[in-house]
């Protein structure tokens, strides 16, 4: 069975920064790009980064770019998210998806992120 | 970035009748392979996205077959043929053709 299990969320002040963590298990992880796509409260679902399967191309929403890193270590089964100079709007519950086909087959539960003073 | 469409953005149903969810593209969705990357999410409430379908009429495995999809283009659709109570959330369709990936803004489905 395939889990993806996000960790890393919590409360932060606008300026600062937070990094998400994703486990996953139940497939090769190295054979997959595996992407973050959030949910603000209430809110649609967007497209945040993307890393392909062996860490060499990484892809940021304009939203994101210059402010978050994606990255992954296959020898751990693991993504990260480093995200720095956080706004109010990236206030949102963030998911790590493993992308397959064009699509996403398999989400993680979410970790949430505050940004608040 | 690809702008996708859905109507209507909240679809009261009666239990046991139909439902029909209508997703548009503003670009072609068929890509250079001759597929067309364009999938359906169900998010109940409280819960994390499921996919539905994917490269649009092909169920994943355990989705009921009350779910089905069809389209081409830039015109998709999501059918319910009978509404269950369990099929209460929010639907949001996927474009995986053109990058970035880009949702649909939600359809809402509830109990009338």
């Known amino acids: 069975e395939v889990q993806l299990v996000e960790s890393g969320g919590g409360l932060v002040q606008p300026g600062g920064s937070l990094r998400l963590s994703c486990s996953a298990s139940?497939?090769?992880?190295?054979?997959?790009?595996i992407h973050w796509v959030r949910q603000a409260p209430g809110k649609g679902l967007e497209y945040v980064s993307a890393?392909?399967?062996?860490?060499?191309?990484?892809y940021y929403a304009d939203s994101v770019k210059g402010r978050f890193t994606i990255s992954r270590d296959n020898s751990k089964n693991t993504l990260y998210l480093q995200m720095s100079s956080l706004r109010a709007e990236d206030a949102a519950v963030y998911y790590c998806?493993?992308?397959?086909?064009?699509?996403?087959?398999?989400w993680g539960q979410g970790t949430l992120v505050t940004v608040s003073s | 970035d690809v702008v996708m469409t859905q109507s209507p953005l909240s679809l009261p149903v009666t239990l046991g009748q139909p439902a029909s969810i209508s997703c548009r593209s503003s670009?072609?969705?068929?890509?250079?392979?001759?597929?067309?990357?364009l999938s359906w999410f169900q998010q109940r409430p409280g819960q994390s996205p499921r996919r539905l379908i994917y490269?649009?009429?092909n169920r994943d495995s355990g989705v009921p077959d009350r779910f089905s999809g069809s389209g081409s283009g830039t015109d998709f659709t999501l059918q319910i043929s009978r509404v269950e109570a369990e099929d209460v959330g929010i639907y949001y369709c996927?474009?995986?053709?053109?990058?970035?990936?880009?949702f649909g803004p939600g359809t809402k489905v509830e109990i009338k």
């Open positions: 998806v493993k992308r397959n086909g064009y699509s996403y087959d398999d």
């Open positions: 139940g497939f090769t992880f190295n054979n997959y790009g």
């Open positions: 890393i392909n399967s062996n860490g060499g191309s990484t």
């Open positions: 670009q072609s969705l068929v890509y250079s392979d001759g597929n067309t990357y």
């Open positions: 490269k649009v009429s």
């Open positions: 996927l474009q995986g053709t053109h990058w970035p990936p880009t």
